[in-house]
């Protein structure tokens, strides 16, 4: 009978320290945004990539405004705000508001299946296969933030931490040039 009782004080305190373990610890495959304090660098298809360039287009259009990022490694004319080159690898990310100039903030990357792709918010890499067709990787987890906007220097200055797996990732600071058209 003793024995009987002590496996059943056994059982009930194993229950009671797992009902008591903390639900709100972070899941770890979950991915956890953690910004760099350098230029944006990382990894595009296994391979480093270094930002060196890049622009911000806004365009007013029926459904609003269209903000659009293009993060490039390679030093190109952004000048008139179009990339003339097209088989560098790049990064983008747009969104649509009402505001006619880019808004400071921080956004966070979401993809699930299924969602609506109003709701949908991801940053895309673009690069170059060795039989030189072009690749896109879609990146769903991390966020970027806008931390300045000036309208009297024309440039955009942000920071991003985003992952899609060990091989395409990027973490760090940039500055694009501004045009609004």
Avoid: W
């Amino acid at each position: 009978m003793k024995l009987q009782n002590l496996f059943y004080l056994l059982v009930a305190a194993t229950v009671f320290v797992y009902s008591c373990s903390d639900d709100d610890e972070v899941d770890p495959q979950e991915f956890q945004v953690n910004f760099k304090d350098h230029g944006l660098q990382g990894e595009i298809n296994d391979s480093s990539f270094f930002y060196l360039d890049g622009f911000v287009t806004s365009k007013a259009g029926s459904g609003g405004v269209l903000h659009v990022f293009e993060i490039l490694d390679t030093l190109v004319d952004t000048v008139n705000c179009i990339s003339v080159v097209d088989t560098i690898r790049k990064i983008k990310f747009s969104y649509t508001d009402n505001n006619t100039l880019v808004v400071a903030g921080r956004t966070n990357l979401f993809f699930a299946p299924g969602a609506s792709p109003s709701d949908i918010v991801t940053v895309r890499f673009f690069y170059y296969d060795e039989d030189t067709v072009s690749q896109t990787v879609v990146v769903s987890q991390g966020a970027y933030e806008i931390l300045n906007v000036d309208t009297a220097l024309n440039i955009i200055e942000g920071r991003m931490h985003v992952k899609e797996d060990g091989k395409n990732q990027m973490n760090g600071n940039f500055t694009l040039r501004y045009c609004s058209y």
